[in-house]
Structures are given as C-alpha cells and as structure tokens.
C-alpha cells in the first residue's frame, strides 16, 4: 500500500484506475486479516469488546496516515512504532483476566 500512496494518489480518485482497484483489494485483505485478529482477540478475552468494523477502518486509516507522512517525510517519526503497541495496548488488551 506504501507504494500506490506514493506513487498514485492522483489516480486513486478514478474508480477505473489500475492503482485504485489495487489499493481496494490490498485494504480489503488488511481489514478481513484486521478484523480476524481483533475477533480472536476478543473471543479468548485478550481484547476488550470493540466495533470490528468500525475498529478495523480506524487502523487502517492510522496505518495510511503513518505511511503518509513517511513517504512525505514530513515528521520526525522516531517513537511512532513505540507509541502506536502503548496505543493499541491501552485501547484493545483486557487488563481485567478472566477467572
């Protein structure tokens, strides 16, 4: 995905474009594995209950804002991979174990 952001975002607005059919079908297998994961998650009690669609749209949209701003190479992006694990942490892991 890193790639058709750098190399194609004028062309994602064309539904007909090559690149936007690729970007489409890469998120759709990020979210089906995103969403896999996060149900897993919360059928063993690892994670908190969380909307998995919702959910999975808000880390993809994450993850292309990061790569966004890489590829412009507008940020100072050291921490970034440290803060996004205490981020997803805090926000999907059950600190309450169940009995």
């Known amino acids: 995905m890193r790639i058709l952001l750098r190399t194609c975002p004028a062309r994602l607005q064309d539904p007909n474009s090559t690149c ?5 079908e ?8 995103l969403g896999t994961i996060l149900e897993k998650g919360i059928t ?5 209950q969380v909307d998995l669609n919702a ?8 993850f292309n804002g990061l790569m966004r701003q890489q590829i412009a190479g507008m940020d100072d992006l050291e921490g970034v991979e440290a803060a996004a694990i205490d981020f997803c942490r805090n926000a999907f892991v059950n600190q309450i174990k169940p009995i």
């Open 55 to 62: 959910t999975a749209n808000m880390l993809i949209a994450l």
């Open 44 to 48: 063993t009690g690892e994670f908190v």
């Open 26 to 33: 890469a998120r759709s297998k990020l979210k089906t594995v």
């Open 20 to 24: 936007t059919k690729v970007y489409r």
